[in-house]
Nanobody
Framework: QVQLQESGPGLVKPSQTLSLTCTVS??????????WSWIRQSPGKGLEWMGA???????YYSPSLKSRTSISRDTSKNQFTLQLSSVTPEDTAVYYC????????????????WGKGTLVTVSS
């Protein structure tokens, strides 16, 4: 069974970079055709896909966040990371990592395993 666990600071100051790590167990992030995403949910809003990194290392980003989002990975640790720069209080949200199996879509409904989420608050 695949498990994903988000970790990182729960409080970030405005203008700083938000950094989170997703640790994956029960499956390799390099297994062919799987994709690994970051999603967030702000109060009163729905789930927002931020971006993903593929089994190959290729990255994909939401157009609205591309300019300040970076996803990377450490295959030796079976982890992938999220960096969101220049944060504001509007970036306060619960952040999730999730997996997409070999399907021709990265839609949220296609993601089969999710972490439990971690709350990140942006405040001075």
């Amino acid at each position: 069974q695949v498990q994903l666990q988000e970790s990182g600071p729960g409080l970030v100051k405005p203008s700083q970079t938000l950094s989170l790590t997703c640790t994956v167990s029960g499956g390799s992030i390099t297994t062919n055709f799987y994709y690994w995403s970051w999603i967030r949910q702000s109060p009163g809003k729905g789930l927002e896909w931020m971006g993903a990194i593929a089994y190959s290392g290729s990255t994909y980003y939401s157009p609205s966040l591309k300019s300040r989002t970076s996803i990377s990975r450490d295959t030796s640790k079976n982890q992938f990371t999220l960096q969101l720069s220049s944060v504001t209080p509007e970036d306060t949200a619960v952040y999730y990592c999730a997996r997409t199996p070999p399907l021709p879509t990265l839609a949220l409904r296609a993601m089969d395993y999710w972490g439990k989420g971690t709350l990140v608050t942006v405040s001075s």
